[in-house]
C-alpha cells in the first residue's frame, strides 16, 4: 500500500518561499509519477506539477512555471520549491501518485493515491 506523506506547509509572507516535501513508500516506483495538486477554500482539487519517478521528466503548469520547480531524491521524496509566494497561492496541497509512464499534466481522476495534504497559508 503506498503511503504518501506531506510535509513543510506553513504561514509565510508574499514574496517568500517555501519548500513542500512527499515521503512516499510502499511500492516500487517504477513507472510511477508523483506530482502536487493545491485546493484554496472553497475550490476544486487543482493540478500543479509532476515528477517521474524512474526518469528524468517533469512537468510544471503554466499558472506555476517560474516560481515553482519540482524535484526528487533517491530516497522517494518529492520536493516541491515554491518562491515569490502570492496569497493566491494559498491552499491545501496535496501529494498525489499514479502510474504513468512520464510526468505530465494529470485529472483528479487519474490519481490512485494521495496523501493527507498540508496547508499553505500566504500572507499579504
Known amino acids: 500500500q503506498v503511503q504518501l506523506v506531506e510535509s513543510g506547509g506553513g504561514l509565510v509572507e508574499a514574496g517568500g518561499s517555501l519548500r513542500l516535501s512527499c515521503a512516499a513508500s510502499?511500492?516500487?516506483?517504477?513507472?510511477?509519477?508523483i506530482s502536487w495538486f493545491r485546493q484554496a477554500p472553497g475550490g476544486e482539487r487543482k493540478f500543479v506539477a509532476s515528477?517521474?519517478?524512474?526518469?528524468?521528466?517533469t512537468y510544471i503548469d503554466d499558472y506555476v512555471v517560474g516560481r515553482v520547480a519540482i524535484s526528487r531524491d533517491s530516497a522517494n521524496t518529492v520536493y516541491l520549491q515554491m518562491n515569490n509566494l502570492k496569497p493566491e497561492d494559498t491552499a491545501v496541497y496535496f501529494c498525489?501518485?499514479?502510474?504513468?509512464?512520464?510526468?505530465?499534466?494529470?485529472?483528479?481522476?487519474?490519481?490512485?493515491?494521495w496523501g493527507q495534504g498540508t496547508q499553505v497559508t500566504v500572507s499579504s
Open positions: 515528477i517521474s519517478m524512474s526518469g528524468d521528466s
Open positions: 510502499g511500492r516500487t516506483f517504477t513507472g510511477y509519477v
Open positions: 498525489a501518485g499514479t502510474k504513468h509512464p512520464q510526468a505530465t499534466y494529470l485529472y483528479t481522476s487519474w490519481i490512485d493515491d
